[in-house]
């Protein structure tokens, strides 16, 4: 292409086009196209002259062996917190935090803010969305006003990287949010995808040279993902998207990408009158309210990384007035539902083309494992059958297309994580073979799906309804 033309770029994920069109070929998002000049190449300070004839630098190549250093992390303060990010933040790191409007992420920050520099640290606030006075009001609110973090309410990336630089260098620098910062680097206007790609490089350019962590808040489409630099994504050290339903008070902190820690941990808070308090025993806040006489409940003994978290799903299977009936479900993969359903059908004896089927996550948690099948099986079976599940027991396991039940992974922390929360029974795959230990609950295992129908079946008829007494 050549300099200075003018292009269309898709400002959901970045792509580029000659010509205008409607739909964006790469993601299938519909009239997120707009038109950019795309100006000549960005320049990098510091490039050699050799670089600019046109001519690269000789550098040294070195080996794999050699002096290497664990990243030196600075934790946060903040427990949950450093749980997502491997233990705190790591000097030149840059962080991009996603998540809903309103959901609390300028909350997290001003929080974690304080906090390190109530620990002596440097750190720089910079808000493109509120003002000065703003943001000191939710400090107020947080009862954070005495920590000494340093204000600005600014956009142009050139001022705040030449500010920020300027004596000593701050220890964290937080940008909220990428979306309003522009830089004169680059021709587009303000918010495009562009700028923000511009904007983007710019901070990290300043985090890797300074040894400044910079967290970058982003924020997040209709359907999840972070709005417009999803390149960004691909720029910084560690994406992290922070959930929740604003119907509920808890908010999840999960991180997608981190090139310095894991990425199956996930920090969970709690939405509260003074700002964000971390919950350290998620389960018993994710439990609390069972109704456990209620045929169509059943506790899925699940982990979140290397965390034990046990949540309720609930299904209900009526009778459809429809020619096709509904499937719906919140909080769990619409397929797996599909497959689970399709194996009871098919395996379990069960009838289920003439209903509705409605599953639900109860708490406004997002499953992912597979480990979920046997809970959402029993959940639905139970709703079918109209008996309740005992109250005291929790399922474990995936099922395959067979009907079988298999193993899954870490079956002794989850039944410790049940025993400790009063749970006296458990229902889950045939043990693994390196799964030797004592269980510290009574354990059931059902090795294929028929068997957990006729279990629970056989529950029905050993404690008869009162009325039928
Ligand atoms: P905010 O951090 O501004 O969200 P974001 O930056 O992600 O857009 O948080 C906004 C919500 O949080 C707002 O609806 C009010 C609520 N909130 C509390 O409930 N308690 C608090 O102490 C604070 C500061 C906010
Ligand atoms: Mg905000």
């Known amino acids: 292409m050549a300099r200075g033309s003018v292009s269309y770029i898709c400002q959901n994920c970045g792509a580029v086009y000659n010509r205008w069109q409607g739909k964006c070929d790469a993601c299938g998002a519909w009239n997120t196209l707009a038109q950019e000049a ?84 440097r750190v720089a606030y910079i808000s493109g969305e509120e003002a000065v006075a703003q943001v000191r009001l939710r400090a107020e609110r947080l009862g954070l006003n005495d920590a000494a973090v340093e204000l600005a309410a600014e956009t142009h990336v050139e001022d705040i990287v030449a500010t920020l630089s300027h004596g000593v260098v701050p220890r964290l620098a937080i940008i909220d949010s990428i979306q309003t910062m522009w830089t ?28 400044t962590t910079v967290i970058l808040v982003g924020h997040v489409t209709k359907d999840g993902q972070i709005a417009g630099p999803r390149v960004v994504e691909h ?13 509920y008070h808890f908010r999840i902190l999960r991180a997608v990408k981190n090139r310095f820690g ?29 109704d456990l006489s209620a045929a169509g409940t059943a506790v899925f003994a699940g982990m979140e990384g290397t965390r034990p978290l046990l949540v309720e799903i609930q299904a209900l299977v009526a009778p459809s007035s429809l020619g096709t009936p509904r499937r719906a479900v919140v909080g769990w993969d619409p397929s797996r539902l599909s497959m689970v359903l399709a194996v009871l059908e098919a395996h379990g004896g069960l009838k289920l083309g003439q209903h509705d089927v409605y599953l639900n996550v109860a708490g406004g948690l997002k499953i992912t494992e597979p480990a979920a099948d046997l809970a959402a099986a029993a959940a639905l079976v139970s709703s079918l059958a109209g008996i309740a599940l005992p109250a005291d027991t929790v399922h474990f396991g995936e099922i395959g297309l067979s009907g079988a039940v298999r193993p899954v992974a870490q079956a002794q ?50 404690n008869p309804r009162p009325s039928n007494g």
């Not at 935090?97 to 920050?109: C, E, M, N, V």
């Open 38 to 121: 795309s100006g000549p190449p960005v320049p990098v300070p510091g490039a050699s002259r050799a670089a600019a004839r046109g001519k690269g630098r000789i550098f040294p190549l070195e080996g794999l062996q050699g002096a290497s250093m664990d990243a030196p992390r600075v934790p946060s303060g903040i427990g949950e917190l450093d749980r997502v990010t491997g233990g705190g933040f790591v000097p030149g790191s840059v962080i991009l935090i996603g998540g809903d409007p309103g959901i609390g992420k300028s909350t997290l920050l001003t929080q974690a803010g304080a906090v390190m520099a109530r620990a002596g640290h």
């Open 184 to 211: 004169s680097s680059v021709e587009a206007a303000p918010g495009t995808v562009t700028q923000v790609r511009g904007s983007a490089q710019a901070l990290i350019r300043f985090a890797k040279t300074t040894g």
């Open 235 to 247: 720029m910084v050290d560690a994406v992290v998207s922070f959930e929740g339903d604003s119907g």
């Open 262 to 290: 894991p990425t199956d941990e996930i920090g969970v808070f709690e939405m509260t009158g003074r700002g964000l308090a971390e919950v350290s025993n998620p389960s018993a806040l994710f439990l609390s309210g069972r």
């Open 413 to 462: 922390a989850r039944l410790k994580e049940a025993a400790k929360l009063g749970f006296n029974r458990a229902v889950t795959p045939p043990p693994a073979r390196d799964q030797g230990e004592k269980t510290p609950l009574a354990v059931t295992t059902a090795s294929h799906i028929a068997d957990l129908v006729a279990r629970i079946a056989a529950g029905g008829r050993r």
